[in-house]
């Protein structure tokens, strides 16, 4: 199974879900592309497979809440 890199050089097989629309919806506080907040973007690289299993599973509520 292919992956990708953490920052300390270990491979997740957790893919990110980032699609290339970066843009932050100040009222929601996530990303409209992927639905993850800020602070998911930036440590994503870094967190355990586990958190970002967790992240994976909240984005189809994100983004129905998203889009009302």
Known sequence: MSGEAHADGAMTTVPSPCNSICTIDAKLGVCIG???????????????????????????????????
Request: charged letters at 45%; aromatic letters at 6%.
């Open 34 to 68: 992927c639905y993850r907040t800020l602070d998911e973007i930036a440590t994503w690289m870094r967190l355990s497979d586990d958190r970002k299993r967790e992240i994976v599973r909240a984005l189809p509520a994100r983004r129905e809440r998203a889009q009302g």
